[in-house]
């Protein structure tokens, strides 16, 4: 028992990889629709959990992720690892200027978050505590209390990877949506520890609960602003002494141990202390684009995933499930968290479609609910059906805020130019020799591959811009283009010659890539949007080179995606 | 037991911080005195495990890292992750057009160094087996073989982080230690194989020996052929069809976790399976040098150290500590592995120097003699003692090697701007208005900082230079300079100018920022080295501008370490 066996070590490596290509799988698979990636990444963990592989398989899925045994240490180690890299990153990410500016709004959002919530659940459970899950003999009080905090509890990383997900984290929305949830898991952390108190737990005393709340402020108000100010002192020596990058990567990484083991130690989650340590380091002038991108990507990338996928193997959802019970749970949570937030927004002045967004990304709930259900369950609060529903809960609403939000905001679809390309309008060898032909060639190629285009008017509008001014912009690029009334969604036809066509471009050169725009009449800004990314994604004239040593569509697109 | 409990995890973000910490901060240190980081990161080990912590804090020791309890198996599987990460990036840095060009050395360095070690082990311990540590009744040929292989095992992991810290790993010489490691370990897991099922292990059949010996090599063999193939097929497939970076960077981890649990489930250890894998992704020209970057810089500067750092914790090196059975044992060990990989590399043909560095790159021994023994003791073969004796003597061949090789191959100072710059030669406020006076002035302070500088003489060889040929090279850069006979040491003066100072350059612009450049008259390369590490680093306009913007001399010498 004493360390990991050579059985042991195989299923962790085969558990870890199976778990993290699920999940980036499923994530990616969600951005397709423009959800959130970690919708797939919680997906990955129901699929792979007890509820579906844990029914259909159950030789496999004991194999892979073993209930007993030291691969769930091994498991748990990792994901909690996870989750505080991902707090500390999530952290280093927070934009303090936006925060001091939204955080009136913040503030209100945190406030009305947690108190509607808390007193309509502690109601409800004082009313109908056995409709609620209330274990035969626990006392109604602590039961209605434990409901309260369970409803009025957020998740900041759930909310994080939403925001980030939807390129939403560092906007003025994202900033009150943060910096209400630091309020709210600060405040929930803390009532939590009462909780804990009053239930009777090892660290519960009434002399510990003050000081924990007392440990819990201070760290809190010293890292960010003494801590913050030594960190900003400290970084240009660590970058001056120490070999770089490796300095500033683990000076910001080492830090974050330490606030994670303190704030563990004093009572509450080690998750909140990576958090406030990255935002102190974060927060920094000095900490270098290329650490952060390091860092960033990194845990986002493996570490997230990871996390939010083991979420789901947690619970078999089909055992112990009460459906009344989880709707009648789902309904209070979602009435009251979205109440709550929404109003908090609506009292801070936000348009009503974002306060809505703002109540959908407070409604998410994630590990501590099930940590504070765990701790109930074991203490004899409440019944196993209440459980389950507890996660069911947490899950469904963190799937629900992503989609929501981009409902309400009607987030553009972010514009990338990978979007409108395909392999039906790539044309990897054209015929053409000159400027006329090749804008021949290519509109043709556009009139044939989509319905309802008319080759021959494309041509002449494109070949009327072309005379008034050639498009070839240098490095072996020309980008003919036209805007067509009545066209729905923008098209590029990429055209590649290898001896290259005159485009009379300012350097002299031919072109050898050519990019035909096709753009809708009503979208003005859309085409120079699109020829400023392949403006800059030529700008290394060895991309035109590559280009050209590329034989299918996937190789282009690749260099498009991922540069050189 | 089932979970981790709060006070686990508080200790193990506590201990992973501390070890962090330190192994970083010795390793620094190491580097400080031109020797492989790796040195300081085990000695890390050394200092915070049971020999000296535990020995002068028994307490604190007892509480940082545990040697019972969820926390030794949470350490583990975090240094298990940790190594396996490092040989995928190991793996990932192999040149294998250089393997190929010098695989034929490498071979015959992997057979001497077996073949060599093994013979005269065996015959030791067959000879004067109580004298090396045998248990009392283990049968004399088992302990004779477990001794040879064990003398003849290398550390590919200490082996790949040495040569990576003295910036050898991907020259000729690194590569023909790594395949030669690589063919030794081959070769080494697959006779481990056959032991553990000779003293009775429960997977060492007849069959799975066979069994072991040809998944290892199918698997090798497989991975660096079709393997190879697929990878860089499936490669631009990730790039275009999933999100940049996060594609690529799973695609390699989950490929390494996969090949981890295969080694480890045939037999043989999960780093070799990670370090195969990571040959396979790293040879791939469509693998791009950011992701490499990312999850180089992440595992070489975080996983690593922990990992190394962790080697020390396990063995108190003072109990059991048997004097003469150390030294005979070190002696065995260094003086037949030296023998072998020397004769090897001087039968490949390698100059006499070279072929002692090859020696003692492949005399380091690491974490399989330490599992080795592990087995060996519990198996009742050997003694406490040689088990002591055995992890001095990797740790020791471990650190010899870093400090031997730099003796033989005279490896120059990696010369860097850094290294040579001092607050001495800073002049923050230059007080001149021209370039004569600026010259004047900065001579000056490198006269009055250094003994035996004459300052006159310096200012009239650097003005009667600067005036055939001004050194203003733009972007406010001015780089005057002069070869001075007698001088030791480069000198690099450093005079900052807010108005700016005419050095006549292209631009037209004022020098904000002059480098005066004094090199040795013996050494003319030397100033074009400096003179175009400054280029490349201000090429960026905004470089001057962070460079007037600082106040220090630690955050000038930041700037030029991080960059921008």
Known sequence: MENLASSNITVMFLSLGVLLFVARFLGEFAQRFHQPAVLGELTAGI???????GSLAPDLSAFLFPVHGLNVIALNTITTLAIALFLLVAGME???STVWRQGRIGFKVGITSIVIPFSIALIAALVVPEALGRHVGADPMIFALFLA???????????????????????DLGMVVVSAAMFNDLIGWIVFAV???LIGQPSGTGNHIMMTIALTLAFTGGMLTIG???VHKVLPFVQAYTRWPGGELSFALILGMFGAAFTEWIGIHAIFGAFIVGVAVGDSSHLREHSRVIIANFVSFIFAPVFFASIGLKVNFLTHFDLPLVLSLLFIACACKLAGGTIGARWGGMPIREAWAIGFAMNSRGAMEIILGMIALQAGIIREQLFVALVVVAIVTSMMSG???RLLLQTEKKWRLRNILSSKLFLRELKATSRREAIHEMT????GAIEGLDAQALETSVWKREKTLSTGIGNGVALPHARIDGLRESLVVVGISATGIDFDSPDGKPANVIFLMLTPGN?????LEIASEIAKLFRDPRMTDRVLSTKRFTDFLALICAGI
């Open 149 to 171: 905090i369970a409803m009025s509890i957020s998740a900041l990383p759930v909310i994080a990877k939403t925001l980030m997900d939807m390129n939403l984290y560092r906007s």
């Open 47 to 53: 699929l792979l959990g007890p509820t579906i592989l």
């Open 195 to 197: 909780l804990l108190g």
């Open 228 to 230: 913050r100010f030594l």
């Open 444 to 447: 043709a190629a556009a009139g």
């Open 94 to 96: 927070v934009d303090l």
């Open 523 to 527: 979208e003005p800004g859309v085409q």
């Open 403 to 405: 989609p929501s939000m």
